[in-house]
């Protein structure tokens, strides 16, 4: 049977395909006005925590490590397995404030230094060190998990970011993982795969857009 992926607005994976930048660094996303959904996966006591609370910080979860986001479903499935992985088997679609979010890009400061960026490689890690959110674009992927040349975004959260992130600026958790099981059975026949429907999230402030990289 179908699941209908709760809150999430669900469409056929191949249709948002055609209209994706083939290329790049995007954020790609679902969001609204108010909200955007990231994506996290956990083992069970973490992600059942998470859902009974509303919030994260329940069932094991550690606040003195850097606890990572994705924005993009497929790049999630590729990282989790598909929530096959050990301590992944949860996927969690975590809808949080834009304002918040965008704070995060705002803070973000590359994991590699980026010599087009940054003067030197001790400024860069001067920065690393006094920011408490990780920057990383890799390649995306398709449902087998094949490159792709666009890139998708991951942002890991630390310190008092991770705090706020988990407790101030969520709205809503929901574990999405018979989802993501039913739609694993369409990977080889991605013709009838539905995935949240997505598209490129708009970073406004120009100078944070042109520090993330973004195209």
Known sequence: MF???GRL??????????????????????????????????RKS???AAVADGKLGGGGFRFDRMSWIKTN???MMYRSGWAAKADQEHVLAIWIDRSGFDRIL????????VPELYPSQAAWQAMLKSSEVRLQWDPDRTPRGDKLERRAIQLGLGAGTLRR???EWIRHIEDITPLVKEQAQSIEEPEFLFSPAEKAYPVTDREVAIRLLID
């Open 46 to 48: 973490i992600a059942r």
């Open 9 to 42: 607005k669900l469409k056929p994976y191949l249709g948002q395909t055609e209209l994706w930048p083939k290329r790049g660094r995007v954020i790609l996303a679902q969001y609204d006005d108010e909200t955007i959904v990231v994506y996290q996966a956990y």
């Open 106 to 113: 705002a803070d973000a400061v590359h994991a590699k230094f």
């Open 73 to 75: 479903f497929m790049w």
């Open 165 to 167: 992130f988990a407790s």
């Open 3 to 5: 699941h209908a992926g």
